[in-house]
């Protein structure tokens, strides 16, 4: 079973939609969580991280679960600029670095 | 806050070629440097982490190397490429608790 889970996608949404993405973890030591964002041939970068009590960053939304083991991205009011791939990232305890979903693509048409 | 400077952004190597990837950090001291790789449509590979000057661990066996002269110089290398090494290679820090922040990256094509 992999470590972290993601519904690859490609989720197609047009341009002021709500779309939520889903990610589960299997390890119960995972103590901190991210979603990062990966642009076409870019980098991964840091969109939020996901704190227990959920947060929000403008029209971004990321909750967590620890009972059930998952985390949550919701993005408001989608824009083409959000199209990219969002990776779900969990920090387990023990292991020397963060673990990364495989990314679930979003497409934002006019 | 932290920089990180890789380069080349993109290279083509023959098979059987050597390989030296720089990275350099700036911003920050004693940070956890870490080499990824992702290969076309695939999610993200730790190849090797360190923790500090010529601490090196490898996570994945590899006909790649690795590299910490200095603290803040994290080299990735090779000396006879293969065709499954094209892929885009990442550098990565961190430091203390903060979030990993990563570099451009360079886009290696094995030809």
């Known amino acids: 079973r992999k470590e972290v889970e993601q519904d690859p996608g490609p989720f197609n949404v047009p341009e002021g939609a709500t779309v939520a993405f889903n990610c589960t973890y299997s390890n119960s030591a995972s103590q901190s969580f991210f979603w990062y964002r990966q642009d076409c041939r870019k980098e991964p970068k840091l969109l939020m991280s996901v704190y227990s009590s959920g947060n929000e960053d403008g029209r971004f939304t990321a909750q967590l679960n620890r009972a059930s083991q998952y985390i949550s991205l919701l993005i408001r009011d989608s824009k083409l600029s959000d199209s990219a791939t969002y990776l779900c990232?969990?920090?387990?305890?023990?292991?020397?670095?963060?673990?990364f979903g495989k990314g679930t693509m979003l497409l934002v048409s006019p | 806050s932290q920089t990180i400077h890789q380069w080349p952004a993109t290279l083509v190597q023959p098979v059987g070629s050597p390989l030296s990837l720089e990275c350099t950090v700036e911003?920050?001291?004693?940070?956890?440097l870490y080499w990824y790789r992702q290969a076309a449509g695939r999610g993200l590979q730790l190849l090797f982490y360190s923790v500090g000057i010529g601490q090196i661990s490898s996570e994945v066996p590899q006909n790649l190397s690795a590299s910490r002269p200095q603290d803040r110089q994290f080299i990735l290398s090779s000396k006879k490429l293969l065709l499954s090494d094209s892929g885009f290679y990442l550098c990565?820090?961190?430091?203390?608790?903060?979030?990993?922040?990563f570099g451009n990256g360079t886009r290696l094509t094995v030809t």
């Open positions: 911003g920050t001291s004693n940070p956890n």
């Open positions: 990232v969990v920090n387990i305890r023990g292991y020397s670095t963060l673990t």
């Open positions: 990565a820090c961190t430091e203390g608790n903060s979030p990993l922040h």
